[in-house]
């Protein structure tokens, strides 16, 4: 397994940015699919987007497309979500995932997980 921890969580307005970070350490991480999902109170895990182990393909969510963009950076070992345009409904836990099955887009699909970084976005 690889270990992942998320940063770059905070409190943000409606209409606002922020960019999640994953580090990743322990195995090879382009042998990796990566995945974010995110998790409100009282409801469960759901996924958000996912990058294949070099980048080259990608999938989001329909709730988020067009506005959060996943991408990865190999050489530092790290995962990335740009999410713009945010909404109060985006306001969850967000977790990065990692499993080396091609683009999975459900928890069971991942079997490393992180610990979660928390994003509010405000109204």
């Known amino acids: 397994q690889v270990q992942l921890v998320e940063s770059g969580g905070g409190l943000v307005q409606t209409g606002g940015s922020l960019r999640l970070s994953c580090a990743a350490s322990?195995?090879?991480?382009?042998?990796?699919?990566m995945g974010w999902f995110r998790q409100a109170p009282g409801k469960e895990r759901e996924f958000v987007a996912a990058?294949?182990?070099?980048?080259?393909?990608?999938y989001y969510a329909d709730s988020v497309k067009g506005r959060f963009t996943i991408s990865r950076d190999n050489a530092k070992n790290t995962l990335y979500l740009q999410m713009n345009s945010l909404k109060p409904e985006d306001t969850a836990v967000y977790y990065c995932?990692?499993?080396?099955?091609?683009?999975?887009?459900?928890?069971?699909?991942?079997?490393?997980w992180g610990q979660g970084t928390q994003v509010t976005v405000s109204s």
């Open positions: 322990g195995r090879t991480f382009s042998s990796y699919t």
């Open positions: 995932a990692a499993d080396q099955k091609f683009l999975p887009t459900t928890p069971k699909g991942y079997d490393s």
């Open positions: 990058i294949s182990w070099r980048g080259g393909s990608t």
